[in-house]
């Protein structure tokens, strides 16, 4: 899946477990799939408003007006269901939802 991701020029990618939901963050876009991808929410980054996407620094984006922030922060977080560990924490606030998780960098290091 990361390289398939990384492969059609996805930034970071990151996941989360009770409610299950995946966050994409390509150039210019965020794509949230809930409800185990049955809901695609999709929201367009404005061009030189995408930040570097890097799990070794804390990093944030957020459009007020839209009601959408997502943050990561470096450190070991550990997939809640899998164990499987990821470089970032990651949480995101959509539409008045919040979620958290554990993220990844796609850039080639």
Known sequence: MLAGLRRD???FTATGNEPFWTLTVWPDSLVLLLDMGATRLSHRISAGSAPEWDDRKPVAYEDAAAGI????????????????????GV???????????????????
Not at 77 to 88: I, K, N
Not at 94 to 108: H, K, M, N, V, Y
Request: aromatic content about 8%; hydrophobic content about 40%; overall charge negative.
């Open 9 to 11: 020029g996805a930034a």
């Open 69 to 88: 922030a997502v943050a990561a922060a470096p450190g070991p977080c550990l997939d809640t269901m899998s164990g499987e560990p990821f470089p970032a």
């Open 91 to 109: 949480s995101v606030r959509w539409d008045g939802q919040e979620f958290r998780g554990c993220g990844i960098s796609l850039s080639a290091r």
